[in-house]
């Protein structure tokens, strides 16, 4: 755990928690710490990436934003993992759904996360490589979603890349069974497997790609707090 604070994170050593739950917007890990968390002290507000640890239910947490994208996600998490000693990453995000099954407010657990992007070449393995949950959180979440009565499915997610696709073309993955799409996962899930730690990606259905259906940010910032109690639930 040497070399803190980091290029990206302010926090000293020990000022961030073992398990860290992550939003792409900073602004909604604020509003998880000013609403779930007991006495929350923020770390960090390097290139306003906010973050904060306090505790739930008598146990330490952090909650923190973490970019929009992989290179984002990676950089963060890779920080977390590798110099802080963070041991499990928790993403509550939002998603456009690819199921006709899943609609605004239902929840996604991500078991695993294909992608376009090309962020796992680093590894130069021999193939693909299939990032792919950590199966406590992943079975402890479930049950929380079943126990709370959350509408809920788990399966594959699709980590893009673009988000203002020039030739959007999704059936495939449709065809493949990916419930949804989001731009982190894959890159998390990489992480976490190479630092040999953690890693679970619950997301809210934010809007339909098939439908149209949609949310604003204010909703997607505080009104999709299902997914929040669940993760908290896992620490």
Known sequence: ???TPTAHIGARKGEIAET???AGDPLRAQFMAESFLEDPVQFNNVRGMLGFTGTYNGKRVSVMGHGMGIPSIGIYTYE???FYGVKTIIRVGSAGSYSKDLHI???VLAQGACTDSNYG???HLPGIFAPIADFELLRKAADECEK???NYKVGNVMSSDVFYADAPDISGWVKMGVLAVEMEASAL?????RS???????CTISDHVLTGEETTSEQRRTAFTDMMEVALSLI
Request: a positive charge.
């Open 105 to 107: 407010g239902d929840l």
């Open 20 to 22: 860290v739950i992550m």
């Open 148 to 150: 709370r009565g959350f």
């Open 1 to 3: 755990m040497a070399n």
């Open 196 to 202: 040999g730690n953690r890693a679970l990606v619950i």
């Open 189 to 193: 899930y990489m992480n976490a497997a």
């Open 121 to 123: 070449a680093q590894y």
């Open 80 to 82: 977390l993992y590798n």
